[in-house]
Nanobody, 122 residues
Framework: QEQLVESGGGGVQAGDSLRLSCAGS????????MAWFRQAPWKERDFVAA????????YYADSVKGRFTISRDNAKNTGYLQMNSLKPEDTAVYYC???????????????WGQGTQVTVSS
C-alpha cells in the first residue's frame, strides 16, 4: 500500500515562495506518475501540475504556469512543487497524488496524501 505524505505548507505573503514535498513510503512510488492538486474552501479539487515517471514530461494548469515547477527525485521517492510569486488566490489545501498516468483528472490517481495548507496573504 502506497502512502504519500506532504510537507512544506505554511503562511506567506504575496510574492513569496514555498516548496512542497511529497514523500512516498512504498517501494513502488517511483513507478507512478505524480501530481499536485489543490482545494480551496467550498470549491472542487483542482489540478495544479503533474509529472511523468521519468520526470521528462510535466504539465501545468494555466493558472500556475510560469510560477510553479513540479519535479521529482526517484532515488528519494519524493516529489516537489516549487511555488514562486505566490498570490492570495493560491490559498488552498495542496494534495499530492500518484497514479499510472500524468493527467489532470483526479479519478486516474490511486493514492493521495493528507494535504498541506498553503495560505497567501495580500
Amino acid at each position: 500500500q502506497e502512502q504519500l505524505v506532504e510537507s512544506g505548507g505554511g503562511g506567506v505573503q504575496a510574492g513569496d515562495s514555498l516548496r512542497l514535498s511529497c514523500a512516498g513510503s512504498g517501494r513502488t512510488s517511483r513507478q507512478y506518475s505524480m501530481a499536485w492538486f489543490r482545494q480551496a474552501p467550498w470549491k472542487e479539487r483542482d489540478f495544479v501540475a503533474a509529472i511523468s515517471v521519468s520526470g521528462g514530461n510535466t504539465y501545468y494548469a494555466d493558472s500556475v504556469k510560469g510560477r510553479f515547477t513540479i519535479s521529482r527525485d526517484n532515488a528519494k521517492n519524493t516529489g516537489y512543487l516549487q511555488m514562486n510569486s505566490l498570490k492570495p488566490e493560491d490559498t488552498a489545501v495542496y494534495y499530492c497524488a500518484a497514479g499510472l498516468v500524468p493527467t489532470h483528472q483526479t479519478n486516474f490517481y490511486s493514492y493521495w496524501g493528507q494535504g498541506t495548507q498553503v495560505t497567501v496573504s495580500s
